[in-house]
């Protein structure tokens, strides 16, 4: 079992539309959370970062992390073609080991 | 790109030679990191440093090797390239303190013929 599971999509959806892009992983001891965004053939981009559960908003997205469940999301309110990418997340236990899901593809159609 | 300077971009070689790739940071963090990103894997770590001349391996160590001489410089090494080592290479830095955030590189392209 891999350590944090991603649907790669890929996901296409209509401009001004609510995204949600979500993990799942493995181990409770997990504690920091991240997403980024990669847009074709460049580095990932750091988006969010939370360390709690809870909801953590900034512009147009919010990261929701759901311990109990060991549940992560990343919403994106009135998507834009801008946002066409691709959204990795990424969860660490400290200062190393970080782990990536495979990366969900979004298209925003205009 | 956070202060991170990958090179080369783009490298095409052959099966059996060696190839080394540099990572130079400008941001004095601690901590480096060589990712491989693959179709279906994700990004998976390779080695990371922790300092100077201190370095660990990651999931997918075999067949690569690192060094780090200087705080800014970070290279890894493929001292036998074989065609399942065509990837896009990523290096990261971080702070690393625990939690810390990483910052990615533009990437570096290899194939291996």
């Known amino acids: 079992q891999k350590e944090v599971e991603q649907d790669p999509g890929p996901l296409s959806v209509p401009e001004g539309a609510i995204v949600s892009l979500n993990c799942t992983y493995s181990n409770s001891a997990f504690q920091y959370f991240m997403w980024y965004r990669q847009y074709s053939r460049k580095g990932p981009e750091l988006l969010m970062y939370?360390?709690?559960?809870g909801n953590k908003e900034d512009g147009r997205f919010t990261a929701q992390v759901d311990k109990s469940s060991k549940y992560i999301s990343l919403f994106i309110r009135d998507s834009q073609p801008s946002d066409s990418a691709t959204y990795l997340c990424?969860?660490?236990?400290?200062?190393?080991?970080?782990?990536f899901g495979t990366g969900t593809r979004l298209t925003v159609i205009p | 790109d956070a202060g991170i300077t990958q090179s080369p971009r783009h490298k095409v070689t052959e099966t059996g030679t060696p190839v080394t790739l540099r990572c130079h940071q400008t941001?004095?963090?601690?901590?480096m990191y060589w990712y491989r990103q693959d179709p279906g894997h994700g990004l998976r770590l390779i080695h990371y440093s922790y300092g100077v001349k201190d370095t660990d391996k990651g999931e997918v160590s075999d067949g690569y090797s690192v060094s780090r001489s200087k705080t800014e410089d970070f290279l890894l090494t493929l001292e036998s390239a074989t065609s399942s080592q065509t990837s896009v290479y990523f290096c990261a830095i971080s702070e690393g303190t625990s939690g810390g955030r990483e910052f990615f590189g533009p990437g570096t392209r290899l194939t291996v013929l």
């Open positions: 990424a969860i660490r236990t400290g200062a190393n080991n970080l782990f």
């Open positions: 939370t360390y709690s559960s």
């Open positions: 941001e004095n963090h601690r901590y």
